[in-house]
């Protein structure tokens, strides 16, 4: 009882999507591609000053392979799926799972340089999900906060235990 009386309950229409998120947690609608419905930047409190996790909800017509597509997930050349990230390190894609979601997951290498000069390496965690209801949606996350890498895996596990998508 305690858990539903620090829940926030997200309603979003355009997207067609109901979950709840932890007490703190914000929300806010983005723009998406033409091959979505839309896109939601999810924040965990403790993410503050973080890029957001971005959920994506794809057009009902959209194949789970289409989807893969979209993030960039392809077949390298002996046919395995995954992404090339910098400088060309390949990712395969792994099986990823979360109750009736079923979906591949990628963690793309990338490299970059903070605005005080520093480099960085890290990784963009992308997750696609075939829904329980025939339909696909995904999650990135840059996995970077400003200083410290994010456990991103957590946080849309716990977008998924509640999600429902109409």
């Known amino acids: 009882m305690l858990a539903l009386l620090l829940a926030v309950v997200i309603d979003s229409k355009p997207c067609g999507v109901r ?14 591609a033409p091959s979505h419905q839309c896109a939601l930047a999810v924040r965990p409190k403790e993410w503050e000053g973080a890029p957001p996790l971005t959920l994506t909800v794809f057009k009902a017509r959209t194949t789970f392979d289409q989807a893969l597509a979209d993030v960039g997930i392809k077949p390298n050349e002996d046919g395995l799926r995954g992404m090339a990230g910098a400088d060309d390190a390949w ?6 799972q979360e109750g009736r979601y079923v979906g591949l997951a990628v963690d793309e290498y990338v ?23 025939r339909r696909v949606i995904a999650f ?27």
């Open 91 to 96: 990712s395969e894609a792994e099986s990823w």
């Open 19 to 32: 979950f709840q998120l932890p007490a703190g947690w914000t929300t806010e609608l983005q723009t998406s």
């Open 111 to 133: 490299r970059g340089t903070f605005e005080d000069g520093r480099v960085y390496s890290g990784s963009i965690n992308h997750i696609v999900l075939k829904t329980p209801v």
């Open 140 to 166: 990135t996350c840059s996995g970077q906060g400003s200083d410290e890498p994010l456990d991103c895996d957590p946080t849309v596990r716990d977008v998924l235990r509640t999600l429902v998508i109409r």
